[in-house]
């Protein structure tokens, strides 16, 4: 990474940027998923029989945390845009990036 | 390659420094003694005088006034002038460039046209309505608008944001943190008369929304401003008119301030 990048509200734009990337590219595959139930329950079951193996748990473990990042991480764009000013802008990163984990973290736990 | 006034003592610093125009060019490596005290432009300085006259940069007040010998420290925009080598120094090395996002003229001098032209189309001027036989407007300091305004004044127009800036790399044609920081300075002049158009300036394509909020600007900024809180206050200003009157920027619609332009 280039030097002048290397400061934490950099990370938290591209880590929103990339959250974002990686959820619109499942989109197409949570639809397909949706559109089973569609071709009966044959179908539909035997793809959320699939859905139990672990590294499946652990694959929705990380798109919980990219889901609950890209939505915390837009809701304070949306402050700093349209609130007055505040200079804990880094604070405010840093509370969503921990909140998006311990979702994460309560998912997995769920999970199993 | 080592310039003929090169050491190798253990009290020089390895020096790369960028040499070459807008078309080709690569790192010169010079060492240079190091001294108490000394800063980066100290050290081009030294470069020019006792390595290599042909070196080309930019400075005027070495007292961090004038803004103009701005360049890349190690990958970062920093004013030269109050760089302290010792604080920047990593493995006794230093790689000296042009600021980013600027054409260069010349070894580390860029060119900073593109920048001040953007001044003018974000309309950075000041435009009163009174004439000089009026008495001059008192504002008081303490006013909310002024205090605004004085929190985005002390610009030195180095273009260090500007290089900082990954929108402006992106998008040539951004207007970038310094023009819409002094649009936002302007917006919360009391005495400023043209709020309407600057608006209009900044809504558009290249403007004020384009900004990601990476606060590199803010970040690098020398003088401690902070052109994205400015930015998000234009967004906040834009989104405003565009509510109350109905913004679009288009040619032959109505604008955000509820005039039909040609």
Same mark, same amino acid.
């Given at each position: 990474?280039?030097?002048?990048?290397?400061?934490p509200?950099?990370?938290?734009?591209?880590?929103?940027?990339?959250?974002?990337?990686?959820?619109?590219?499942?989109?197409?595959?949570?639809?397909?998923?949706?559109?089973?139930?569609?071709?009966?329950?044959?179908?539909?079951?035997?793809?959320?029989?699939?859905?139990?193996?672990?590294?499946v748990?652990?694959?929705?473990?990380?798109?919980?945390?990219?889901?609950?990042?890209?939505?915390?991480?837009?809701?304070?764009l949306?402050?700093?845009?349209?609130?007055?000013?505040?200079?804990?802008?880094?604070?405010?990163?840093?509370?969503?990036?921990?909140?998006?984990?311990?979702?994460?973290?309560?998912?997995?736990?769920?999970?199993? | 390659?080592?310039?003929?006034?090169?050491?190798?003592? &253990?009290?020089?610093?390895? *020096?790369?420094?960028?040499?070459? !125009?807008? @078309?080709?060019?690569?790192?010169? =490596?010079?060492?240079? %003694?190091?001294?108490?005290?000394?800063?980066?432009?100290?050290?081009?300085?030294?470069?020019q005088?006792?390595?290599?006259?042909?070196?080309?940069y930019?400075?005027?007040?070495?007292?961090?006034?004038?803004?103009?010998?701005?360049?890349?420290?190690?990958?970062i925009?920093?004013? &030269?002038?109050?760089?302290? *080598?010792?604080?920047?120094?990593? !493995?006794? @090395?230093?790689?000296?460039?042009? =600021?980013?996002?600027? %054409?260069?003229?010349?070894?580390?001098?860029?060119?900073?046209?593109?920048?001040?032209?953007?001044?003018?189309?974000?309309?950075?001027?000041?435009e009163?309505?009174?004439?000089?036989?009026?008495?001059?407007?008192?504002?008081?300091?303490?006013?909310?608008?002024?205090?605004?305004?004085?929190a985005?004044?002390?610009?030195?127009?180095?273009?260090?944001?500007?290089?900082?800036?990954?929108?402006?790399?992106?998008?040539?044609d951004?207007?970038?943190?310094?023009?819409?920081?002094?649009?936002?300075?302007?917006?919360?002049?009391?005495?400023?008369?043209?709020?309407?158009?600057?608006?209009?300036?900044?809504?558009?394509?290249?403007?004020?929304?384009?900004?990601?909020?990476?606060?590199?600007?803010?970040?690098y900024?020398?003088?401690?401003?902070?052109?994205?809180a400015?930015?998000?206050?234009?967004?906040?200003?834009?989104?405003?008119?565009?509510?109350?009157?109905?913004?679009?920027?288009?040619?032959?619609?109505?604008?955000?301030?509820?005039?039909?332009?040609?």
């Amino acid at each position: 990474m280039k030097a002048h990048r290397k400061q934490p509200l950099y990370l938290a734009f591209l880590l929103h940027r990339v959250s974002g990337l990686a959820l619109a590219l499942f989109l197409p595959f949570h639809f397909y998923v949706l559109a089973l139930s569609l071709q009966g329950n044959q179908k539909l079951d035997s793809f959320l029989h699939w859905s139990q193996l672990p590294l499946v748990k652990f694959a929705e473990t990380g798109l919980v945390f990219l889901l609950a990042i890209h939505l915390l991480g837009g809701l304070r764009l949306l402050a700093l845009e349209n609130l007055p000013w505040s200079n804990a802008q880094k604070n405010y990163a840093a509370i969503a990036v921990a909140s998006a984990f311990f979702v994460a973290l309560g998912f997995l736990l769920r999970a199993f | 390659m080592s310039s003929s006034a090169a050491t190798s003592s &253990t009290g020089s610093i390895a *020096v790369s420094v960028w040499r070459g !125009d807008a @078309r080709h060019g690569n790192f010169q =490596l010079f060492q240079v %003694p190091q001294q108490p005290s000394q800063t980066i432009l100290d050290v081009v300085t030294w470069i020019q005088r006792h390595a290599d006259p042909g070196l080309s940069y930019r400075f005027a007040c070495r007292v961090g006034m004038c803004g103009s010998c701005a360049m890349m420290v190690n990958g970062i925009p920093r004013w &030269t002038c109050r760089t302290h *080598v010792n604080k920047v120094l990593r !493995d006794n @090395r230093l790689t000296i460039e042009p =600021l980013r996002n600027m %054409p260069i003229i010349k070894d580390l001098a860029c060119d900073m046209s593109e920048f001040f032209d953007k001044w003018k189309q974000a309309r950075g001027q000041f435009e009163g309505s009174s004439t000089r036989d009026q008495q001059v407007a008192a504002l008081s300091p303490g006013l909310p608008r002024r205090r605004i305004a004085d929190a985005a004044t002390e610009c030195i127009n180095c273009g260090i944001c500007y290089a900082a800036c990954d929108v402006v790399s992106w998008n040539r044609d951004y207007l970038g943190p310094a023009a819409l920081n002094r649009a936002w300075s302007l917006q919360n002049d009391e005495r400023d008369c043209a709020g309407e158009q600057r608006l209009r300036a900044v809504a558009g394509d290249a403007g004020c929304h384009q900004c990601h909020a990476q606060q590199g600007c803010a970040t690098y900024c020398p003088n401690e401003l902070n052109p994205t809180a400015s930015i998000a206050g234009l967004k906040r200003m834009v989104s405003q008119a565009w509510f109350n009157k109905g913004l679009a920027c288009h040619p032959g619609k109505k604008c955000g301030l509820g005039k039909r332009h040609a």
